[in-house]
């Protein structure tokens, strides 16, 4: 299986500040067919179920806010918050779904400071 | 709008059976592939099981194979996943999800329902 890890495992940042979240993979996601990272991001409120952000590692979601973005290739990958809003606050995860079973990193928390 | 709505969760003892649904709504549903996940409390999420479109190939979590079996009605809008020979282990939340097949993303998910085994 593709171990997804995480840094950091929380952090807090303060309104309007960019936010950066790294994750990286055991293993290369980057398919050589298509060129593309099969690696997506995830916001996670309490009681809610995932919601989908980027997908391709760098591809905003329909209805996503233009203040997320992610990059990296091959088994590195970063999540930026360019101007943290109130809203933001959540946990983060990214996932790899190059290979089955599909896997998660383990969280990041992002609170308010 | 796009819904996923699981139900069929509860206490079942361990040993027992569960069928879980997710029903769902607002889009082509016979056109897309489905996974299983679950989430035990505090913990991370799972990947439990995959269904293609028409239901003639699944994959399974090695933890469930040959306990856990996934279908799904096209006719009706409804995935199912049937739990047999449950452990304290499979005790969770299990969200159903949908696969845009375009580009292989997961992007919709339902609220979940909870899996209790106990005695």
């Known amino acids: 299986d593709i171990v997804m890890t995480q840094s950091p495992d929380s952090l807090a940042v303060s309104l309007g500040e960019r936010v950066t979240i790294n994750c990286k993979s055991s293993q290369s996601v980057l398919y050589s067919s298509d060129n593309k990272n099969y690696l997506a991001w995830y916001q996670r409120k309490p009681g809610q179920p995932p919601k989908l952000l980027i997908y391709?590692?760098?591809t905003r979601q329909s209805g996503v806010p233009d203040r997320f973005s992610g990059s990296g290739s091959g088994t590195d990958f970063t999540l930026t918050i360019s101007s943290l809003q109130a809203e933001d606050v959540a946990v983060y995860l990214c996932?790899?779904?190059?290979?089955?079973?599909?896997?998660f990193g383990q969280g990041t928390r992002l609170e308010i400071k | 709008e796009v819904q996923l709505v699981e139900s069929g969760g509860g206490l079942v003892q361990p040993g027992g059976s569960l069928r879980l649904s997710c029903a769902a709504s607002g889009f082509t549903f016979s056109t897309y592939w489905m996974h299983w996940f679950r989430q035990v409390p505090g913990k991370g999420l799972v990947w439990v099981s995959r269904?293609?479109?028409?239901?003639?190939?699944?994959v399974y979590a090695d933890s469930v194979k040959g306990r856990f079996t996934v279908s799904r009605d096209n006719a009706k809008n409804t995935l199912f996943l049937q739990m047999n020979s449950l452990r304290a282990e499979d005790t969770a939340v299990y969200y159903c999800?949908?696969?845009?097949?375009?580009?292989?993303?997961?992007?919709?998910w339902g609220q979940g329902t909870l899996v209790t085994v106990s005695s």
């Open positions: 999800a949908r696969v845009d097949t375009s580009n292989w993303k997961v992007d919709e």
């Open positions: 269904i293609n479109s028409d239901g003639s190939d699944n």
């Open positions: 996932q790899q779904y190059y290979a089955t079973p599909i896997t």
């Open positions: 391709w590692a760098s």
